[in-house]
């Protein structure tokens, strides 16, 4: 359980090119983190990380009073991570996982709506190939589900602009030990 105050929170300007940030105001934040992690036997290793969290304006800046009261913006009330790994043979493992977030608000008056959530299905397979050598093949966002980082630009394009996120992906690897 966690909660942060702030007298004058800060946060960067989205979209602009110029780096510049906005006092955002007097803020609360909130919530609750729970992370499980459990190992039925010596095959198997399970985890779930989950966070709540919530967010308010409590005093805003003078250049943004109608966001008293509301969330602060790109703020998940819920993140989670959950997945499963099993030792196949001794030099055989097998890892499934899935992470995702709900969507949040897109600027300080809560007015633009809600974007950014998702729920990413992963997968992967590690082969020690020697006591020096792991191959492993990763294989992301497996139902090739469409997410994005969202943000509002109220200064150029007056909407939503969207960065999306990867695709279905196959990643390859190899560890080298000496």
Known sequence: MWRQDASGEVSRRLNDPSGDSDNVGQTRRWGYDLQLNAHPDERWDLWLAYTWQYSKILEPSNTLPASKGQEIDHVP??????????????????????????????????????????????????????????????????????????????????????????????????????
């Open 77 to 178: 009330h819920h993140l989670y991570n959950a997945g499963a790994g099993y030792q196949l043979t001794p030099s055989l493992a097998l890892n499934g996982w899935l992470n995702g977030q709900t969507a949040y608000y897109l600027e300080r008056e809560n007015t633009q709506g809600q974007y950014g959530g998702y729920v990413l299905l992963n997968m992967s397979a590690v082969w020690q190939a020697s006591k020096a050598l792991s191959l492993d093949l990763t294989l992301k966002n497996l139902a090739n589900r469409q997410y994005a980082y969202v943000w509002f630009d109220p200064d150029g394009a007056r909407a939503p602009l969207f960065s999306p996120g990867d695709g279905r992906a196959v990643y390859l690897g190899a560890t080298l030990e000496l």
